[in-house]
């Protein structure tokens, strides 16, 4: 089938799909955009997440068809063409990368958890975070990242 | 084609005891760290494994012609296909590549399928019809030695015995604890699954892009399967999502590298998570019979230990990981008389190795639950009974080895006990914060919170006699006018910041800020394994030598130049200095169009294999010691738990990364409580 969705503000139109291919797959292996992780393909680990319509979910759960006609943000479409997303710099900052396998999933969780609350409490961050596991962090230094961008993200705010 | 995993480069100061920002991190926010799932070529097809659904059967036969002949399909192979030696392993070739004649575990790999469609390699998969005669099996390990137990390999299902005796074997003591421990399996989960891109190469060879923690042993295992020279089989490492042991044995390598030597073509695998799970080896489960003997006031006169390692179907690193949880099976404490046995054996589980602890884990669950005991047994202080028993420096191990560096056992509880606790529940409670947390199972009423302390050590490095080198190529030239140091080795980046350690030690040997990381291949000499703690230590340390021989040849030639003696020359801030810091020359202009390169193994000081009657000997290289201390919510009445607060104190000798290591204990720390409560 074919299948016609915006992705990162531009129209991609793919031929070929089969019907059982997930929107992850689509995303990875027809239209060159792998930044999306397949670390589970059950919806278990939130190393996915992409943005559908302005909802974060699993692009590993969607169906690529559903997402026919629709809006998809995936990590490679987070940040500015001239500056990285404050969510990205905090995670590289706070040293909340290891092996990074999860952190194009938590990247994109956290930017919209942030702009849904732009300061969060540490138990609502926990919550936002749930559907995403990390195995190198120990997660301490990921809610430092979070933490971090939501405190310079009101600063830039204040400033403006 | 997108197959290596780009260089990666860092301007700006991170020298050692620094925290620079890793190389890869901007690239890994912004999802273009390419890892070896996301390797794509133009004409590649997929591969597919065919796994046993039994732990132990015999193969009658096999019918490749129903997969064969789905439209899509390129491929089926099995055994026979295997064009050199159907074996591998990391201690004892005892593994095949598929399956032939028999399976030993489920979730053996027995055929394989390439398609141009994953979904269509996998139908494929479920179409090749294998006729089983299920055997007898052996599920328990500690079955696995009795006389009428199935055997899993003809020569029977001991893996290894280790024999550790020190003292008097008759001794008593007044006070006596005896207990008996069971260690689960536990798996690394490392979020990357198992994946690679293998490229068949004109001159008939092939070179495999792959996520692993050791490129060289990889290469002599898939030449050995392939029957090819070790030039024909290049491996590079592509992006590694997480390893913990559970990238030390092969996986899908030699698979890969069959069927595009077969096809022709470029093949790519890439395990979905069931199969990961199947598709490594796991932390072994283990059973551990402790028996010590105290004087009344809590100091240990003996330790009795039986422990049984639970190796499954192959041997992988058990051999190993027996080593470790038999001469380091008693903790960090002093033990004047010793009897221990640990057994490593086959039996028709999974198989299991390396992860994250190695043997240690399982025994330290035993030695620190076994001190707690005898401390409420004789009446003493938990803590107070560990400090009295604990290691210091220059007190002998149960092997006999003298900890010739720090041991600060007691110091390392102080420092855990001294912390501040978690303020106690009180007021208006959070559910979330409750031992069932958002279940609602509780309101607070039954619950009771306990503290418990712990302490162990671990060894860093190859053990017993292993030859443990790293090797390192450093380059210095000129580049758009300013000094580039360009390092290369094969020591895998799994996740834990080797390359900024890299990036760290060029700069402060060679006073040159430009370090570009080369991608890590088989181009150059063995980086040895990313594990045991031991690629800071021990590629550091080639890194290190392989600088210092560039800086010497530089002083060298710069010494010449400027008519000063070498020794009284160093390199700073690209420039070459005097001794008193006054700029001599440019490092660019020594340089001009000649660069410098060197190339160095390092060692670190040897150890020996133990006695085999005594398991005396000087086994480990060095050691890292650790506190832990848990506050700990239970639920009573339910006996659900939550972790309130986990605090550790570690002897991590000089932080290279502060920042880095302290990423390492957080993760290791979560790890280890996953072990804890799942």
């Known amino acids: 089938m074919r299948i016609t969705t915006t992705v990162n503000g531009e129209r991609r139109e793919v031929d070929d799909v089969w019907e059982g291919e997930s929107l992850l797959y689509v995303l990875r292996e027809r239209m060159g955009l792998p930044g999306s992780k397949n670390a589970c393909e059950q919806g278990e680990c939130g190393s996915c997440t992409v943005m559908l319509d302005g909802v974060p979910v699993c692009a590993c759960l969607v169906a690529a068809g559903q997402a026919e006609g629709r809006e998809v943000v995936t990590v490679e479409g987070l940040a500015d063409p001239d500056a990285l997303h404050p969510v990205q710099t905090a995670f590289v900052d706070a040293g909340a990368v290891q092996c990074g396998f999860c952190t194009p999933g938590l990247v994109v969780a956290a930017a919209d958890l942030l702009q849904r609350s732009p300061r969060p409490s540490d138990p609502e961050i926990r919550e936002a975070l749930a559907g995403n596991l990390c195995r190198c962090t120990g997660y301490e230094k990921i809610l430092d990242a979070v933490r971090l961008a939501a405190d310079r993200m009101a600063g830039a705010e204040v400033a403006r | ?678």
């Open chain 2, 1 to 678: 084609m997108s197959a290596q995993a780009p260089s990666t480069t860092t301007i700006g100061t991170g020298r050692i005891g620094d925290s620079p920002a890793r190389p890869d991190g901007i690239l890994k926010v912004t999802g273009e760290f390419a890892y070896a799932s996301d390797l794509w070529m133009e004409d590649m097809i997929w591969g597919v494994t065919l796994r046993s659904p039994h732990p132990h059967a015999r193969i009658r036969s096999v019918d490749i012609g129903p997969a064969l002949a789905t439209p899509g399909v390129y491929a089926v192979l099995l055994a026979d296909d295997v064009p050199g030696r159907n074996a591998f392993g990391l201690e004892h070739d005892d593994q095949p590549v598929l399956a032939d004649g028999v399976v030993r575990y489920q979730g053996e790999p027995v055929a394989l399928v390439a398609a141009d469609h994953p979904e269509i390699a996998r139908q494929a998969a479920k179409r090749v019809v294998v006729d089983y005669e299920p055997l007898p099996r052996v599920t328990d390990g500690r079955r696995a030695l009795d006389p009428d137990a199935p055997t899993v390999h003809p020569d029977g299902n001991l893996v290894r015995h280790l024999k550790i005796r020190k003292g008097d074997p008759e001794v008593t003591a007044p006070v006596v604890v005896e207990l008996d421990f069971e260690v689960g399996m536990q798996d690394q989960a490392f979020l990357g699954p198992e994946s690679g891109l293998a490229v068949p190469a004109e001159d008939g060879g092939v070179d495999l892009y792959v996520a692993t923690q050791w490129l060289h042993v990889d290469q002599r295992q898939i030449c050995q399967a392939l029957g090819m020279p070790l030039e024909k089989v290049r491996l590079s490492l592509s992006g590694v999502g997480g390893a913990f042991g559970g990238r030390e044995d092969l996986s899908m390598h030699v698979h890969a590298c069959l069927l595009a030597l077969h096809t022709g073509k470029p093949v790519k695998m890439v395990y979905n998570r069931e199969e990961s799970f199947f598709g490594h080896v796991h932390r072994h489960p283990a059973y551990l019979h402790y028996e010590y003997g105290a004087d009344e006031d809590g100091r240990l006169v003996y330790g009795r230990a039986n422990i049984v390692f639970d190796g499954g179907a192959y041997a992988s690193s058990t051999a190993a990981v027996v080593g470790n949880g038999g001469t380091m099976g008693l903790g960090p404490y002093r033990f004047p008389n010793v009897h221990v046995d640990c057994f490593g054996v086959y039996t028709n589980n999974p198989p299991c190795g390396a992860m994250r602890g190695f043997g240690c884990v399982q025994a330290a669950f035993a030695h620190e639950a076994m001190m707690d005991e005898l401390a409420d047994r004789i009446g003493v202080d938990r803590l107070a009974i560990r400090q009295l028993n604990g290691m210091t420096e220059g007190d002998q191990n149960i092997t006999g080895q003298v900890i010739d560096s720090a041991a600060p056992v007691a110091e390392l509880l102080r420092i855990v006990h001294d912390l501040p606790l978690p303020p106690a529940a009180t007021g208006e409670l959070d559910l979330r914060s409750l031992p069932g947390g958002v279940s609602n199972t509780t309101h607070g009423e039954s619950v009771v919170r306990g503290i418990g302390y712990a302490v162990t050590y671990k060894n860093v490095g190859f053990s017993e006699g292993f030859d443990d080198y790293s090797t390192a190529r450093v380059r210095l030239e000129t580049v758009a006018g300013e000094p580039l140091v360009t390092v290369h080795t094969a020591a895998a980046e799994v996740g834990q910041g080797l390359v900024t350690i890299e990036q760290q030690i060029c700069r402060t040997e060679l006073g040159v800020d430009r370090v570009v990381v080369h991608p890590k291949d088989t181009s150059v000499g063995s980086g040895g394994s990313t594990s045991a703690s031991r690629q800071t230590y021990v590629t550091g340390g080639a890194v290190k030598a392989a600088c210092e021989a560039v800086r010497r040849l530089v002083l060298e030639r710069a010494a010449v130049s400027v008519g000063q003696a070498a020794d009284s020359l160093r390199l700073e801030g690209g420039k070459v200095v005097s001794l008193g810091g006054e700029v001599v020359a440019g490092l660019a202009d020594v340089l001009g169009d000649q660069p410098v390169e060197e190339t160095v193994e390092w060692r670190h000081r040897p150890t020996q294999p133990v006695d085999p009657e005594t398991g005396q000997g000087n086994a480990h290289v060095q050691y890292a010691f650790s506190a832990h201390r848990a506050v700990v919510d239970v639920d009573t009445e339910l006996g659900l738990v939550k972790v309130v607060a986990l605090d550790t104190a570690q002897d991590v000798g000089r932080a290279l990364n502060p920042a880095a290591v302290v990423g390492q204990i957080h993760g290791g720390s979560a790890q280890g409580m996953g072990l804890a409560l799942m």
